[in-house]
């Protein structure tokens, strides 16, 4: 998959969240690490957690570059040939001096939430959620960066971007269609 992302020319920090579902009966017991560039360059993963329960068919996964290159930026995420349903999307930040522990969660249920995240007043909360196919997410608490897909009539690979203000403890959740793998 690919997309373009405009970078500022003030952004010293590029996030990327990707949303896997594998195909049936694929299971990957450790997260099957993408080549995921910016303009060229290749970023980091930050963290990855399987949101499918256990099954191991389903991943979440953050991806990180400092300094990116500014402008219209196409970024790519090579796939492996078993995944059904991948979607993805990026915030650009300014500012970053380092980049906070990654905080994972997951369950199954119409509530997803990132739970408690340890934070301070003037850092800044990236929440990247990922969901079961079959779903779509609604009404995200903290602010939507992004949403996929938007409604019950797409039927795409759900995923949700959020950020917050820092606090001394901040939870990013959402509302999922039906209670299925988060």
């Known amino acids: 998959i690919d997309w373009t992302h405009n970078v500022g020319v003030n952004a010293d920090m590029l996030l990327v969240n990707i949303s896997i579902n594998v195909s049936g009966g694929t299971d990957y017991q450790a997260y099957p690490d993408l080549s995921v560039t910016v303009g060229g360059y290749t970023m980091t993963l930050l963290a990855a957690v399987n949101c499918d329960n256990g099954t191991t068919e389903g991943w979440n996964a953050v991806y990180y570059l400092a300094e990116p290159p500014t402008g219209a930026q196409t970024i790519y995420v090579q796939p492996y040939p078993a995944f059904l349903n991948m979607s993805g999307n990026s915030v650009s930040f300014s500012g970053v001096a380092s980049l906070g522990v990654p905080v994972t969660n997951y369950g199954s249920s119409t509530s997803p939430t990132t739970g ?53 403890t901040v939870t990013c959740a959402a509302a999922l269609s039906a209670s299925k793998p988060w």
């Open 116 to 168: 408690t995240i340890d934070s301070a007043t003037g850092d800044m909360v990236f929440a990247g959620f990922s969901a079961d196919f079959s779903s779509y997410f609604e009404s995200p608490t903290q602010t939507q960066q992004y949403l996929w897909p938007s409604s019950a009539s797409a039927s795409e690979q759900p995923n949700l971007i959020q950020t917050a203000a820092g606090a001394s």
